[in-house]
């Protein structure tokens, strides 16, 4: 084949679903986002493989589950050495540069990625064996989190400052400079942008947030679902309006959160448009936007991830190669593990043996036509989501309860089916999928998710 496409992969972190233009959403203001989704593939069912920062960035550079890759919690990494995406590409004939987040905190910081630019590279206590001093440990509660929402600039929004600058820095150096033209031109490059933003603390640029303070809307449900896990937020309480939190304080945290979305939009948009500058045509990259998780933003009175409700664990994922594939929308359930196999046959590159995720071109451009329609997501230990169809069916091993939702009928998520007999059948294949997960029987598994075909 002639020279590889070029790709662009664009990351946010916890960035919801539905708080986009390209989503519906009518009152946050996308425009780059939603011109990439023109011309994009836009996966409307895109799945977190964990709704956590760091195991579902791992998940995704390994195309594997958090059980197979062995990171199953906040803190842990991939081992030294693993076979992740970048280090695939890499020995294919990439060059490959991160800038921003990538959150490894183990000691292997590169992770098959040639390059970093404005990294934010950090070893967790724990691999130098100290067990004290572990930030997460001492971070406040949620209800906290939002009385401080405020207009103002945290140490993310400088951080994600940082990683553009590097970012349009190394543009300018491989396509323009090209230390004095030494550049190979036949070299593909694979460049990823990782921000930190919309994550919380809920403080954005001022002028933003009072745009959105008095535009944005509460989700309908502020009321706690009725389950242990699922009915509080991850370090306190459920946050009620008009209990132990105000209205006005749910408007400010949103107000910040959508403003901090238009921010990495823009930021996104410098990117491309340096990379124009320097005389990309980018119909010749493939570009893809995705996120880690969602943000509950107070639906059903929770806050942050974790839980398997939409808001938290179902995400943004476009992937715009117009020159190969026109644009379309696909309803199929899908996962970020997946994109592993999918840019390894879009780019002519030998899949490697041991992924949990399956290649999307099947379905890249395609409107209609049977998809992957089976997906999971894990959260610690013992907790764990299936998808299949309409259908979400949730264990909670700890306390060995069964949640299931179906979509169709309520996609609010406020009803649990699972003791409907209606729905006994699914539940013994959910259940079936269940035990092949946690057994790790990841040669029946991979079997069941090429039937997703």
């Known amino acids: 084949m002639g020279k590889r496409p070029n790709i662009l992969f664009l990351m946010s972190d916890e960035h919801r679903f539905d708080v986009s233009g390209f989503m519906g959403n009518e009152v946050v203001r996308t425009p780059f986002l939603d011109s990439l989704a023109r011309d994009a593939v836009v996966f409307d069912n895109a799945y977190s493989p964990y709704p956590v920062c760091i195991p579902a960035r791992q998940c995704m550079a390994a195309g594997q589950y958090a059980r197979h890759c062995r990171v199953e919690h906040f803190g842990e990494d991939l081992a030294p050495n693993y076979q992740t995406l970048p280090r695939i590409f890499g020995h294919s004939g990439y060059k490959t540069a991160a800038a921003g987040k990538l959150h490894h905190m183990g000691v292997d910081q590169m992770q098959g990625w040639q390059i970093r630019l404005a990294g934010d ?47 349009k820095d190394f543009i300018y150096e491989q396509f323009v400079d090209a230390f004095y033209d030494r550049a190979d031109p036949e070299e593909p490059l694979f460049l990823y942008v990782g921000l930190l933003n919309p994550h919380y603390p809920y403080i954005a640029e001022e002028r933003k947030f009072n745009y959105y303070l008095n535009r944005v809307q509460l989700y309908e449900n502020q009321t706690p679902f009725p389950h242990s896990f699922l009915g509080r937020c991850a370090n306190c309480e459920a946050l009620e309006v008009g209990k132990n939190i105000s209205e006005r304080d749910v408007r400010r945290a949103m107000a910040a959160y959508y403003a901090n979305i238009e921010t990495i939009d823009e930021q996104f948009s410098e990117v491309v448009s340096c990379l124009q500058e320097a005389g990309q045509n980018m119909d010749d990259w493939i570009i893809i936007y995705t996120t880690d998780h969602g943000e509950m933003l107070g639906e059903h009175a929770v ?7 939409e808001g938290s664990v179902r995400i943004p994922l476009l992937i715009r190669y117009p020159k190969v594939y026109g644009p379309s929308r696909c309803a199929q359930n899908v996962n970020l593990i997946d994109l592993f196999p999918t840019l390894c046959e879009m780019c002519g590159i030998q899949q490697p043996e ?8 099947p379905w890249l451009g395609k409107e209609t036509g049977r998809g992957p329609n089976l997906t999971y997501s894990q959260y610690s230990h013992d907790c764990l989501m299936i998808k299949k169809d309409q259908l979400k069916y949730q264990w909670y091993g700890y306390e060995e309860s069964e949640v299931l939702f179906d979509l169709e009928k309520d996609p609010g998520e406020n009803t649990d089916y699972s003791l409907d007999p209606s729905y006994e059948k699914k539940m013994e294949q959910f259940r079936r999928w269940k035990e092949c997960y946690w057994r790790e029987d990841w040669n029946h598994l991979r079997e069941e998710n090429m039937d997703r075909r």
């Open 303 to 309: 806050w942050e991830k974790q839980k398997f409700f």
């Open 354 to 361: 041991g992924l949990d995720g399956i290649s999307l071109v």
């Open 121 to 167: 590279t950090q070893v967790a206590n724990s691999y130098y064996g100290n067990q004290k001093g572990n930030r997460i440990l001492h971070k406040w509660d949620d209800r906290k989190e939002i009385l401080r929402a405020s207009p103002g600039e945290s140490a993310y929004a400088r951080r994600d400052k940082l990683a553009i600058q590097a970012t």
